[in-house]
Nanobody, 127 residues
Framework: QVQLVESGGGLVQPGGSLRLSCAAP????????IGWFRQAPGKEREGVSC????????YYADSVKGRFTISRDNVKNTVYLQMNSLKPEDTAVYYC????????????????????WGQGTQVTVSS
């Protein structure tokens, strides 16, 4: 069964860090592009980052560039999102998702490119 399982969310103070994990029992993460999305209350889901298969090209939303880092561990079959210098506006439910193809591409942030989603993990940035 193809599934994605996120973990690592929680409550953190502004300026703090969290690392989200996206485990993929049932398929090999290196065979697909994997993306991270987030959805805050009352807002649309937005693309945060994406990592392509093979060469591991990475893409980021402008709002997180320089603060977030996406990576992949092929041995653990897991994709990570390291989040540093967190801001209150980063508060959201974070989802990882599997693309239908191995590459992210210029429209990586379109959620319609992704056909398998995790259940989400809550990230709250507050003092």
């Amino acid at each position: 069964q193809v599934q994605l399982v996120e973990s690592g969310g929680g409550l953190v103070q502004p300026g703090g860090s969290l690392r989200l994990s996206c485990a993929a029992p049932g398929f090999t993460v290196d065979d697909y592009a994997i993306g991270w999305f987030r959805q805050a209350p009352g807002k649309e889901r937005e693309g945060v980052s994406c990592i392509s298969s093979n060469y591991g090209n990475t893409y980021y939303a402008d709002s997180v560039k320089g603060r977030f880092t996406i990576s992949r561990d092929n041995v653990k079959n897991t994709v990570y999102l390291q989040m540093n210098s967190l801001k209150p506006e980063d508060t959201a439910v974070y989802y990882c998702a599997r693309n239908t193809v191995p590459w992210c591409g210029s429209t990586w942030y379109w959620s319609t490119h992704f056909n398998t989603w995790g259940q989400g993990t809550q990230v709250t940035v507050s003092s």
